[in-house]
């Protein structure tokens, strides 16, 4: 049990080190807590997108001698 956990915490340690120690580690780093950081806005701001599309809603559409909107 004690020797799993030591190869394990050895393995997660060099893993970090070599995924910080190159650019291209690095950069999938920050690529990523960007989009979870994205994430939690995009759902912040869902209820209020919704409310926003449905003000563009127009009976207008529904009037068969109304032009089409391009």
Do not use: H, Q
Request: charged residues 20%.
């Amino acid at each position: 049990m004690a020797r799993r956990r030591l190869v394990t915490g050895i393995s997660v340690c060099a893993l970090a080190t070599a995924t910080f120690a190159t650019p291209t580690g690095c950069a999938v780093v920050v690529v990523l807590l960007v989009r979870v950081a994205e994430a939690g806005i995009r759902v912040l701001r869902l209820p209020y997108w919704n409310v926003d599309r449905s003000k563009c809603f127009s009976l207008d559409r529904m009037d068969p001698t109304c032009p089409p909107y391009l």
